[in-house]
């Protein structure tokens, strides 16, 4: 089973294994900003795709946010062939943003405050290898920078654990279907969202205030630009 009763004094549930409910999306088309703004991407996996989606959709400056996968071996995978944990992909967002408003380093800081970077194939009750913590670099510059980061919260011991953090080029993109889009905001009553996400997004807006959108201060807006 992908979900546990989310009643007080259980773990934290497993998500919930979904049927589709529509067809695969691509990326949303940039805004018309991009036009004049020098947009660029980055693509990042830590866990359930719908939690770092929830989270990075309320950073200033980023754009846009899509899940997906990416990192694996099969040519076109589903939900459900990640699922298995055979092809070799990653749960991952990929992030449109402004780097004039957000930094790479701003979203790196992000990301490893919202998961648990020390352990490989695995956050929380969700285990396998789509869940495993990594940083898809789309430019020679993010990968040095994750890889310096990784280097600079070792040395600060800040998880008290080696980081198993993961830094590749990405390759591939392949957009989940379209339901798991916007996920959390789609469906704040499901069990892994009140459970889970909603007290990471909740952390996330108290550690991070300084980055927020400013519609995000406010508690429970949830929703996407």
């Known amino acids: 089973a992908r979900e546990r009763d989310p009643t007080p004094g259980h773990d934290a549930p497993r998500r919930r294994t979904l049927h589709p409910m529509s067809d695969p999306t691509s990326p949303p088309a940039q805004d ?12 990042l996996g830590g866990g359930c795709f719908w939690c770092l989606d929830a989270v ?20 076109h995978p589903t939900y459900a062939d990640v699922c298995t944990g055979t092809t070799g992909h990653a749960e991952v967002v990929r992030l449109t943003y402004d780097p004039a408003v957000v930094t790479f380093d701003d979203l790196l800081n992000v990301f490893f405050s ?9 956050q929380g009750a969700d285990v396998g290898p789509q869940y495993r913590s990594i940083v898809l670099a789309e430019s020679d510059a993010q990968a040095e920078a994750a890889r310096a980061k990784i280097a600079e ?27 798991h889009q916007n996920f959390f905001a789609n469906n704040p009553g499901q069990g892994y969202c009140a459970a889970v996400i909603a ?13 927020l959108k400013p519609n995000r201060a406010t508690p429970g807006t949830t929703g996407a630009t």
């Open 199 to 211: 007290p990471k997004v909740s952390a996330f807006r108290a550690r991070h205030a300084h980055l």
């Open 153 to 179: 919260l070792d040395a600060e011991a800040t998880f008290g654990a080696a980081i198993v953090t993961e830094v590749e080029r990405l390759e591939t993109f392949h957009p989940a279907e379209g339901y």
């Open 56 to 75: 990075y959709r309320g950073v200033e400056g980023v754009h846009d946010s899509v899940a997906g996968y990416a990192g694996g071996h099969a040519p």
């Open 32 to 43: 018309a900003t991009s036009a004049t703004t020098p947009l660029e991407t980055t693509t």
């Open 114 to 122: 919202i998961h648990d970077p020390t352990t490989k194939d695995r």
